[in-house]
């Protein structure tokens, strides 16, 4: 079992920044693919990045390139993702997720573990 436990969440203008945190415990978090998803109100769960184990793999959806960025620290059991240039339409519940195997994916149905979400806003 590993849990997941997020943070960082909050209010921030357009244009502004946030990094959000997720710290793991239980099993050996190096062990893990990891990913960010996000859920906006009314709509389906949505991939935003995945990790591989190693951490030489990264994937971003589109919407997300060049200004969201995926990491991990297996000695803090510690996974991040940091948010710049924030849109409105970045406003959503961040969920992190891990999943066995080696390489991450973009299907939430794939990963094994949740996190319980954190709350971004971004006004415009």
């Known amino acids: 079992q590993v849990q997941l436990v997020e943070s960082g969440g909050g209010l921030v203008q357009a244009g502004g920044s946030l990094r959000l945190s997720c710290a793991a415990s239980?099993?050996?978090?190096?062990?893990?693919?990891i990913g960010w998803f996000r859920q906006a109100p009314g709509k389906e769960r949505e991939f935003v990045a995945h990790?591989?184990?190693?951490?030489?793999?990264?994937y971003y959806t589109d919407s997300v390139k060049g200004r969201f960025t995926i990491s991990r620290d297996n000695t803090k059991n510690t996974m991040y993702l940091q948010m710049n240039s924030l849109k409105p339409e970045d406003t959503a519940v961040y969920y992190c997720?891990?999943?066995?195997?080696?390489?991450?994916?973009?299907?939430?149905?794939?990963?094994?573990?949740w996190g319980q979400g954190t709350q971004v806003t971004v006004s415009s």
């Open positions: 239980g099993r050996t978090f190096s062990s893990y693919a």
């Open positions: 990790m591989s184990r190693s951490g030489l793999s990264t």
């Open positions: 997720a891990a999943k066995t195997g080696s390489m991450g994916s973009g299907n939430p149905l794939d990963y094994n573990y």
